[in-house]
Nanobody, 126 residues
Framework: QVQLVESGGGLVQAGGSLRLSCAAS????????AGWFRQAPGKEREFVAA????????YYADSVKGRFTASRDNAKNTVYLQMNSLKPEDTAKYYC???????????????????WGQGTQVTVSS
């Protein structure tokens, strides 16, 4: 498995932007598809975005489509989530996840990912 560490969360006003990073170590990150999930207090973890191992395939939840952009730099073993036009309902802890590229990319199911980071908090004030 690969080890994942998220960063870049924080407090931002509605309409603002944040860029989350997920740094991988332990294995060749280009061997993994990646996903972003979030979990708000009292709610289930939900899919946000996913990116294939090469970065050529991108998937988004309807709630973030057009506002969030996933990308990756395999040379830096890092996946990013650029979040624009943030809304108070985007407030949650955001998690990065990874699954080997022999499996399908773009899964929206948390249980299909093998490795998880510790999460980074994003708070959007109104």
């Amino acid at each position: 498995q690969v080890q994942l560490v998220e960063s870049g969360g924080g407090l931002v006003q509605a309409g603002g932007s944040l860029r989350l990073s997920c740094a991988a170590s332990g294995r060749t990150f280009s061997s993994y598809h990646a996903g972003w999930f979030r979990q708000a207090p009292g709610k289930e973890r939900e899919f946000v975005a996913a990116i294939s191992w090469s970065g050529s395939m991108l998937y988004y939840a309807d709630s973030v489509k057009g506002r969030f952009t996933a990308s990756r730099d395999n040379a830096k073993n890092t996946v990013y989530l650029q979040m624009n036009s943030l809304k108070p309902e985007d407030t949650a802890k955001y998690y990065c996840a990874a699954v080997g590229n022999l499996r399908r990319s773009g899964s929206r199911r948390a249980d299909e990912y093998d490795s998880w980071g510790q999460g980074t908090q994003v708070t959007v004030s109104s």
